[in-house]
């Protein structure tokens, strides 16, 4: 049988975009092979979103050069934002590549295979292309056995923001929202296939439904899914500070099935930045912004994004983020140091004045700042019962994630995968938590958020 490898670097939006792709290969008679070099098919999956995540491609496109001296039977197609540049350069440049095609363009690939069936497939799985995390670093999907239980579905590609230092805008499109039905379509089938957790996905999901008739908003389609048979839990990212609504918070304080969790990007403390970056909010939004979510949903956990070195950031503007950091004590800080993107608005107008070094130890500074601050917030989960949706194994033991997207090993002899099991917290670290299987003891939605 034909093999193909699927190589994904990027966001949640990649991930769900990847197993569209694999399942469209699926149908054209292909198995799926961990090996790159000894594939039939290799599709590259990718992300721009940052200068590392490009060399990660331009160094495995690299690899599969020599590889295709050797084998030229083999075939390469690379979509995701990396592909959105002119075709023509791209040929040109990377002339063993076979195929570029645009994300979420599945009847491409399908053409480009001669699959009838795959075409068949195409059709049934076909959703509308999404965007990339402004502020996520390139990483692999290798979280074993997850993909199928925690399904992610996109409901909104594109962004309209123009955030002066993203890319995203220029090879994803401006904001194209699914119909409720679609989406409600395919989540239900996920949970057909076996999932119990959906995470909904946008570049801003808080614009979702702007663009459709009767403007509906994200809050309505969580009212709309929560009533799914076997569906357990309910997530959704990104969200813009500037966008998130009172109505949405209500949302996720009112409906049991919508975790405690909200992933809200800061990008910057300081508010000369965050005007420079365009991002149309203050610091002191923010900090309001967190405080409301905090009242309305107790014990919620929050994550953020950080972008350090913008052109002109200076030390005291930096020290504006670092402290605002230091006073909110976000459960999870991504942080990133900029690099400008050909074509932004940023690398248009500004200098990329900070030095690297400069960057690094920044960065530094935030990492460290971080690593105290989850491990004080993962500390007081010790000795508490837990609810956690078991995603899979690693090495042996289980994993799976509390609603606050905590992620938790155990041991147990049992198949797991798919339920909701209890732990007790008996160890913590800044990154997961340690706990043991706690039979016949349920854990309700709210008790475990309760010190």
Not at 14 to 31: T, V
Not at 201 to 213: A, F, I, R, T
Request: aromatic letters at 6%; charged letters at 25%; proline letters at 4%.
């Amino acid at each position: 049988m034909r093999q193909f490898h699927l190589w994904t670097i990027g966001c949640q939006m990649n991930k769900a975009e990847s197993w569209h792709i694999a399942r469209l290969l699926a149908a054209a008679g292909y198995e799926e092979s961990p090996r790159l070099d000894g594939a039939d098919l290799v599709v590259l999956n990718t992300c721009v979103v940052r200068q590392s995540a490009e060399e990660r491609i331009v160094g495995t496109l690299g690899l599969l050069e020599g590889v295709k001296r050797r084998r030229p039977e083999m075939r390469i197609a690379v979509t995701g934002c990396f592909a959105a540049r002119d075709r023509s350069a791209l040929h040109a440049e990377y002339p063993h590549v076979d195929l570029f095609f645009e994300s979420g363009d599945y009847a491409a690939l399908s053409r480009w295979l001669g699959s009838s069936e795959a075409t068949e497939s195409a059709q049934a799985a076909r959703t509308r292309p999404c965007d990339s995390r402004d502020s996520a670093p390139g990483e692999a999907c290798d979280e074993e056995g997850s993909s199928d239980i925690a399904a992610y579905v996109p409901i909104i590609q594109g962004c309209n923001n123009f955030c002066t230092y993203c890319i995203v805008p220029y090879t994803r499109g401006r904001e194209v929202s699914r119909t409720a039905e679609d989406v409600e379509a395919e989540v239900r089938s996920r949970v057909a296939a076996g999932a119990r957790e959906v995470v909904l996905l946008g570049q801003n999901v808080d614009s979702y439904g702007h663009d459709l008739p009767g403007r509906p908003d994200l809050s309505q389609l969580l009212e709309r899914l929560q009533p799914l048979p076997e569906l357990l839990r309910i997530r959704f990212l990104t969200n813009h500070p500037k966008d998130m609504s009172p109505a949405l918070i209500e949302a996720m304080a009112r409906l049991d099935k919508v975790c405690e969790h909200v992933d809200l990007a800061l990008q910057s403390g300081d508010d000369a930045i965050l005007r420079a970056m365009a991002r149309g909010y203050t610091a002191d939004t923010f900090r309001r912004l967190v405080d409301s979510l905090r009242e309305a949903i107790p014990g919620i956990a929050i994550s953020t994004d950080i972008i350090v070195g913008f052109p002109g950031e200076s030390d005291s503007q930096f020290e504006n983020t670092y402290r605002l950091l230091e006073q909110l004590r976000l459960d999870v800080v991504h942080v990133a140091a900029y690099s400008p993107r050909p074509g932004t608005a940023a690398a248009r107008r500004y200098v990329d004045s900070v030095s690297e070094d400069t960057k690094a130890e920044r960065l530094h500074r935030i990492e460290a700042l971080q690593e105290r601050v989850a491990a004080e917030i993962n500390g007081t989960y010790v000795g508490r019962l837990m609810e956690v949706l078991v995603l899979g194994q690693k090495k042996g033991r289980w994993f799976g994630r509390t609603r606050t997207d905590k992620l938790v090993f155990f041991d147990s002899e049992d198949r797991l995968a798919g339920r909701l099991v209890s732990t007790r917290i008996t160890r913590t670290s800044p990154w997961a938590l340690q706990g043991l299987l706690v039979y016949n003891s349920p854990v309700t939605a709210r008790r475990n958020l309760l010190p």
